[in-house]
């Protein structure tokens, strides 16, 4: 994702990293990734079924809840892998949900589905988180966001183990949440990477 990101600076002949976080979903991934990854569909909707999950169309949170108004644009590149991107309702806030394994598993967050964050400071609450707000440059982050938008990279491993110290933690018992949030355990991918990208003996999976 990243390499797409720099391709698309590249081209625009400018620093790529300051997301245009006023676009819709579907207007984000055209702009800064379809272009630039090998494509093999795209769905419009959650319901056009790169989201297929048993019965219904999403996948499951780590606390086993339905997320079904997520992802409303999605790309499902040549390897099966599907980036669904979505925002937060009256927020410019965007997620990346990734299915790394697309129609293969499940399809539950912390297992085969992680979430980056398209990070832009202008999204930020005003006065909230500041010291992790400044200390986070724009770009993408791995994980979601706290409950201002301060990426979850940011807090330390104990805070992401924690069910109440930061929004959507990597814990079964962590604030799902709604309209158009991830769900729990959105912060798993995160942990992962503070672990040196392995699966440590706490992991809650």
Known sequence: MN????MHAYEMDDEG???DITLSPQAFAEKYFKPYLKVARVCTKQTDGCWKTGDFYGYYDLAG?????TVPYSLVLNNGMVLGFGKISGFNLHSIVVDINGQGGR??????????YPYNKDALCSGHNAQKAAMAKNGIYIGSFDDCGAPHQMYSRQ???APNNVLRACNKNANSDSGGR???GSACAALIFL?????SKDYPW
């Open 65 to 69: 809840n339905k997320k079904t108004d």
């Open 182 to 184: 991830t769900g729990a």
């Open 195 to 199: 672990d040196g990208w392995k699966i």
């Open 17 to 19: 990293l300051d997301f």
């Open 107 to 116: 399809n539950t967050m912390g297992r085969d589905v992680f979430v980056f």
């Open 159 to 161: 805070d992401l183990l």
């Open 3 to 6: 390499q797409a990101v720099r």
